[in-house]
């Protein structure tokens, strides 16, 4: 787990793409919280533009240089 303020994932949200060959990008906004359907969440997702959600977590699955070109920099969350 990765620490980062909201912002800091935003930005990160940007730079992964456009995604390395086998990747994997999985974001996790905020207003998923209060969804305890995964009905729910696929009728939400598509009216809201991830640009303007405030983003509480990032999943990266890849290449292992593309994913450390991305989060390297980051702390680890403890």
């Known amino acids: 787990m990765l620490q980062a303020t909201s912002e800091a994932l935003s930005v990160l949200l940007t730079r992964a793409q456009p995604l390395a060959s086998g990747a994997v990008l999985v974001p996790f906004p905020q207003f998923a919280r209060g969804l305890h359907r995964f009905e729910d969440y696929l009728a939400e997702f598509p009216l809201r533009a991830l640009s303007n959600e405030t983003i509480d977590g990032l999943g990266f699955y890849g290449p292992e ?6 989060t390297g920099n980051l702390k680890l969350l403890r």
Do not use: E, H, P, Y
Request: glycine residues 0%.
């Open 65 to 70: 240089k593309w994913v450390r070109s991305l």
